[in-house]
């Protein structure tokens, strides 16, 4: 009976060793950065996520890993995938933490609030990555657009807000004047955009200087201001709109004067019913010239001269 105990306890000995090594190795498995991956309810209103734990530390793998996950079919029919069903990606870019992809026609067959709610699991579940801060599609290598034809632009996570009792977004649709440089860099153009789509949580000020970073679409409209530069802030007071911006603001890659990227912002923020002038900083400070020959002490008031009126897009 003693052997037989010491036997018995071996053996107990010996499966608790190998239980404890099996949770070992579970917690291993389970050791990475948790992700939420996006998907479409089976209703298509609104958006659900579920739990993914990745232990890869390369970014361009992490991306393929997440967009395998978004094919993830639900067992329990929770949720619908779309892609590699019925769109894939056929190909993508990351520059500068702008995150491209390009899918394929189908697409185009996406309408509606369903193809809102596909695009906010995407882009929700796509921003969690370190090196991407904003994202646009493109569809067969074309800037995809609206059903009214709009570009649809950057998208970032917070451009789809969460809804009581859904997670459609409060979209709006504005008409916008933008003030770009001319093809020698010495005056401005007007460009007009109408029917601009946006989240009704962004002011017009912010989405104004948003549109000015990511640069003009219209032939003969050329950018203003380095397409790196963060918005810090955009504010309005008794008319005055403040305008903070990083210090990339302060680095300008293209061949425009001075005086254009300045009055691209004023001219821009002031064609506003509440904007009278624009002070602009740079990481709230104001005691600093924009480079060497344009002072950011004072606010700056519209500038009609510095137009070219011949050469409008």
Known sequence: MKKAGHLFFAAALVMGLILCTACGDRRKEQEGTSYKIYYVNTDETKIVDREYVSGTTDEERLLEELLEQLAHISEKMEYQTLLEKEISVVGHTLENGLLTLDFDEGY?????????????????????????????????????????????????????????????????????????????????????????????????????????????????????INPTTKIVSVTVKDGTCYVNLNNDFLNQPYNVASDVTIYSITNSLVELPNVNRVQIAVNGETNISYRENMSLNNAFERNLDILDTGSMP
Do not use: C, H, W
């Not at 309408?111 to 990555?129: D, F, N, P, Y």
């Not at 969460?162 to 401005?188: M, P, Q």
């Not at 002011?203 to 640069?215: F, P």
């Open 108 to 224: 185009k067959n996406l309408r509606g609030t369903r193809e809102i709610l596909v695009r906010a699991s995407i882009v929700r579940t796509l921003t969690q990555i370190p090196a991407v801060e904003r994202m646009a599609f493109t569809v067969g290598g074309e800037q995809l657009t609206d059903a009214a034809g709009t570009v649809v632009g950057v998208m970032a996570a917070d451009t789809f807000i969460e809804n009581a009792g859904n997670e459609i977004n409060a979209y709006e649709k504005v008409d916008l004047k933008l003030y770009f440089a001319n093809d020698t860099g010495d005056s401005l153009v007007e460009e007009n955009r109408r029917n601009v789509v946006y989240n009704s949580n962004i002011a017009l000020e912010k989405l104004v200087v948003e549109k000015l970073v990511e640069g003009p679409m219209a032939e003969g409209a050329y950018p203003t």
